[in-house]
């Protein structure tokens, strides 16, 4: 249930709605616009709950329920698209971000090799998985916390400030150390024990969207994040499962606008996952951009053969930086920059 606020109410005209609901066993979360406050309302029980509850109270505009399963994520909620501050990169603004590097932290002199070529070519964060989830338990599993200092050495050394995924609930406090923006994968976007944990903290964490899940059921899960008290939700379409087979997954384009429609949170487009062939993600990182999308996902790779995981869909570091001059003239053409 969304209560808003009139224009000018006062704090204690906020308190008093806050204060009902507590009494009435439910959750609140405040949305403190700069002329109005919205209060969302939050519990399994709030649809039996008269609309009266909370119009009687004094400083009330109007209240309305939520028909959407995921209300926190929701434009009723917080009309205003949110912009994320990373170290003073601003995610969701007129800023395009590129999160750039390889699959997997394979070793020292790959990464800061990887790094080194990606900042040359514009990036604005290095990527790198330390912990992999991955589908057979017999392949490479990432380098784990030695791979996480390497993370540390290379924004250290370049000053590019540092994604990489958690994959477990117990790592969320040893990984956030290294990480600027926590990244969780699409194989565990329903991983609630996960997304609970990453709610409490105060970590950026870029959320992708499961190669099986709905729009829906994407920003139901953002939902975890933001009821924590997490307000630094990057949303990341990456593919999903179709009939079509010819390229890895399908990038589901219609996501970019629908988010926006439906959702305040940036969204941002990994064309690597979804093309799994590294002649296809050009095509992809553009169109995703002229899209709308708030940034790119894209692997690379110091040297594509070598990659002990992804390396057929990473881009060589002269192909990437081919990409990047592309992506800035699309970039300005509508009014933003990388
Ligand atoms: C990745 O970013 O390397 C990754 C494993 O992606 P996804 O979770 O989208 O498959
Ligand atoms: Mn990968």
């Not at 917080?78 to 750039?100: C, E, M, N």
């Amino acid at each position: 249930m969304i209560v808003e606020m009139r224009k000018g109410a006062t704090t204690a005209e906020v308190d008093a709605v806050v204060e009902r609901a507590k009494n009435l066993d439910l959750d609140v979360q405040l949305n403190l616009g700069t002329d109005k406050t919205v209060v969302a309302v939050l519990g399994s029980n709030t649809g039996q709950l008269p609309i009266d509850t909370f119009a009687v109270l004094p400083g009330v505009e109007s209240v309305a329920r939520i028909m959407k399963p995921y209300k926190l994520a929701s434009r009723e909620f917080k009309d205003t698209s949110t912009i994320i501050d990373v170290d003073g990169i601003q995610i969701g603004g007129d800023r395009v971000v590129v999160i750039a590097g390889p699959c997997a932290v394979e070793s020292e002199e790959q990464l800061f090799q990887a790094a080194r070529t990606v900042k040359e070519a514009g990036a604005t964060f290095l990527r790198g998985g330390a912990f992999k989830p991955r589908t057979s338990p017999f392949s490479f599993q990432g380098l784990e916390k030695a791979g996480l200092e390497m993370l540390t050495s290379a924004k250290a050394q370049t000053g590019l400030p540092i994604v990489t995924e958690v994959i477990d609930p117990q790592d969320v406090n040893l990984v956030a150390k290294h990480a600027d923006i926590l990244q969780i994968g699409a194989r565990n976007m329903q991983n609630f024990s996960l997304l609970t944990k990453i709610g409490k903290t105060n970590a950026p964490v870029v959320l992708k969207r499961a190669f099986s899940c709905t729009v829906t059921e994407w920003l139901t899960a953002a939902d975890y994040l933001l009821a924590g008290g997490n307000s630094k939700v990057i949303l990341c379409e990456r593919g999903i499962r179709t009939f079509e087979d010819s390229a890895r997954f399908s990038l589901d384009m219609c996501s970019i606008p629908i988010v926006k429609k439906f959702s305040h949170l940036p969204v941002i487009v990994d064309p690597s996952h979804a093309a799994g062939h590294f002649s296809l993600v050009p095509s992809l990182a553009r169109a995703a951009l002229a899209a709308g999308a708030d940034g790119l996902l894209i692997e690379v790779h110091p040297n594509p053969k070598e990659a002990l995981v992804d390396g057929l869909q990473s881009l060589t570091p002269s192909d990437f930086a081919r990409l990047m001059k592309e992506l800035e003239i699309i970039a300005r053409a509508l009014g933003r920059h990388i």
